[in-house]
């Protein structure tokens, strides 16, 4: 089936529903245009490519287009170097934005909007301490206390505001709020603000020329309106603010055309934390490497890690899109990339804890090429050769002097298959004063080459195998769940920080590798057979390579629901 038949045959998310029910109605002359809105003050995490593949996706869906849009309001928090990464994620999620805007590009016009709302007696400033309106805005079933300000004469509400923003007002005196219901069920529509001050931070863009800063709820309803947005699509935490957006809106529009904002569920993830705040906590006290640490749940954590593009996809497929909120099982987003990755990373031999194998009988100076399939999942993949020789590393595990019964591999008078080689006898070992096995001696039998007529004689266990005289050294990060509780953020007496895994990084020195991996760069997938999923970290080089475990084999998620 192509890729096209699939999709059509996918049943509808609720918010493709509900856009084809507009379609079908004629709105907006049947135009979709949304956005993707990050804040720029900090690096995307995969609950953004939620937002993203849905934002992008519906564009893609419905031949519209979506733009990206810089939601930068908030100087404190925001910098360039966000902007940048934000848009390499995207792109390397497969996306493109028609547009790149900034909230900032509408502070003029949103100035302009509020001076309406002045003048049409819809906003006032209101002179109150944050406590003291905090304290007024009663709660869901107590209506609120009216502003002293509140009444206050257009005229003076207009030359304040003019003072707010020529820096003539400290900072944290003065807003502009909206003059709607303090008696509203809806507490957003409490005479919400519209305005701050801030002056002691530059704008990454617009440096020192604003003093005020348009909110949240003032900024991005409006900016949707003014580029053109026909789906505002965001997260459910935005849907007791809906009934503001189209206040707003109703305040602005001027003709038919109206944006409109659907909710749908927050990605939450077990053994992690997706807030920017505690990311950037973690990044700033070092107790992770940077953002892009791949036990970091940010796109460039997750490449670094091994996830492509396409795991990420395919993650996000399985998850879906709901309205009601709740926490994926992190298993389940390592089930998606083993899913991807079984039929896309290259079978390669790695031993992660090296004890070498002597076969006995195999001449001193012999060496053979032996064909290693590429990807029993796909065919074009072809194979590549690894060299076979008298000396092996095997993994230590692989060996027991005295093992049990079920124990398949090596031990003392069982024979065992090297893949892709020959059947081996093992012989025995050498150990050394500590008791400490130092080789593992076999015997081969010629006539068991793999492939050879005649070498399909059968034995239980089949061990993988790199030849010492060509096998490269590397390093090996094993990589885990970065905490661990299953939800570090609601722990109530202990700070999140306090809940990391300690165990969540192991580092191995001197694996060995088979030789063809010299060639491999950054980012490349493998599968190191029987083990797991590895990539190349971007840190690596060709006298030092280092190579970052994506997910081991074992799939904890297909088991726990399968039982
Ligand atoms: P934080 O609270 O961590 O700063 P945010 O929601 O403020 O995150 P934004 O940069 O404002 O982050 O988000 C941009 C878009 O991504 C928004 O539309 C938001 O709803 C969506 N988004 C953010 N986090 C998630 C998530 N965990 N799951 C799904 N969508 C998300
Ligand atoms: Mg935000």
Redesign the pocket.
Known sequence: MTEINEQATKSLNFIEALVEEDLREGKNDGRIQTR????P??YL?I??A??ICMDFGIARKYNGICNLRF?DTNPVKEDVEYVDAIMEDIQWLGYQWKNVYYASDYFQQLWDFAVVLIKKGLAYVDEQSAEAIAKQKGSPTVPGTESPFRNRPVEESLALFEKMNRGEIPQGTMVLRAKIDMASSNMHFRDPIMYRIITDHPHHRTGYAWKVYPMYDFAHGQSDYFEGVTHS???LE?EVHRPLYDWFIDQLKTSDYRPRQMEFN???ITYTV????KMLQLVQEGLVAGWDDPRMPTLCGLRRRGFSPEAIHNFIDKIGYTKYEGIIDVSLLEHAARETLNVSATRVSAVLDPVKLVITNYPDDQEEMMEMVNNPELELAGIHEAPFSKELWIERDDFMENAPKKYFRMTPGQEVRLKAAYIVMCTGCKKDETGKVTEVYATYDPETRSGLPGSERKVKGTIHWVSAKHSLSAEVRLYDRLFSVENPSEDKDKDFRELLNPDSLKVLQNCQVEPWLAMATPLDHFQFQRIGYFTVDPDSAPDKLIFNRTVSLKDSWTKSNQA
């Not at 993707?36 to 804040?39: A, G, I, L, N, V």
């Not at 997706?274 to 705040?277: G, L, Q």
């Open positions: 993707f809105p990050p804040e003050n900090g995490h609950g953004h939620k937002a939601d699509i965001c997260t935005f927050r990605l939450n997706m807030s920017k705040r």
